[in-house]
């Protein structure tokens, strides 16, 4: 399967306290979309699983911004913009580094 389902996302914006994993902006509830944080054209051999280990929940329009970036791309790219960065989203680039 390519997307993630309805109770998946919904379950994963609940976890993120209604808030943009990538920002940490309020998200509203008809404007949320799963995101692969592993772009799911990478592969599966790569990671870019469709399992709710790899869904982070963000908006349609930075869903369509991202789409298949890595994750530290997609981050040059917020900042470029001006945007935040979330807490969260920093963690897990700081831990991807690591590796």
């Known amino acids: ?8 996302i919904n379950q994963v914006y609940s976890e993120q306290n209604g808030k943009c994993f990538y920002t ?3 998200l509203k ?10 772009p799911h ?3 599966l051999k790569r990671g870019g699983v469709t399992e709710v280990t790899n869904l982070r929940v963000t908006s349609k329009s930075l869903n369509r911004t991202k789409s298949d970036k ?16 979330s807490e969260e989203f920093q963690t897990e680039l700081n831990n991807r580094a690591e590796k």
């Open 70 to 85: 890595s994750p530290e791309d997609f981050a040059k790219e917020l900042k470029e913009k001006g945007l935040n960065i």
């Open 41 to 43: 054209a990478w592969g």
């Open 29 to 38: 509830y008809e404007d949320r979309a799963g995101d692969h944080f592993i």
């Open 1 to 8: 399967r390519s997307t993630f389902s309805p109770s998946d």
């Open 24 to 26: 940490g902006d309020d």
